[in-house]
């Protein structure tokens, strides 16, 4: 009886060793479908990034230019090309009387791709503009590149 309970014993033993491992074969088809995943959701999350990061420079465009609007109530006029944002945080020399500031919460950023907003009085349309040249940072450009104003 113990002999044939040994025999099973070793075939048992034997049979979960074999088991225990995977293939090569089976390891590249494993590979072989993460690579196809990746392949057809990594285009799609970056195309997703790119819509996010313009979504937050009109934001932060839009929220500059309500500051701007503030600070002229409070000042009778707009800051100066010169003066430029950072005005919105400091007070200025000339006729800082007046001025009620900060006008913003929190310090002014560069844009999500990391360029200064460039600000301008008079704009080309309006009296002021504020300005995003984009993710490479040059005039023109489309999607993600393309300029962002509040004009």
Request: proline fraction near 6%.
């Amino acid at each position: 009886m113990t002999g044939m309970m040994g025999r099973m014993a070793r075939r048992y033993r034997a049979d979960t060793a074999r088991s225990r491992g995977f293939t090569l074969l089976e390891l590249l088809v494993v590979v072989l479908i993460i690579g196809l995943l990746a392949s057809y959701v990594g285009p799609k999350y970056f195309a997703q990034v790119a819509k996010s990061e313009v979504t937050t420079a009109k934001a932060q465009i839009e929220a500059y230019a309500k500051a701007v609007d503030n600070f002229r109530l409070d000042m009778g006029r707009f800051p100066t090309t010169e003066e430029g944002l950072a005005v919105l945080m400091t007070r200025p020399a000339a006729d800082g009387d007046k001025w009620n500031g900060p006008y913003l919460r929190k310090a002014i950023i560069p844009d999500p791709w990391g360029h200064a907003y460039l600000y301008r009085a008079p704009g080309d349309k309006g009296e002021f503009a504020i300005q995003s040249y984009g993710r490479d940072g040059q005039p023109g450009g489309t999607g993600p590149d393309a300029d962002l104003s509040n004009e």
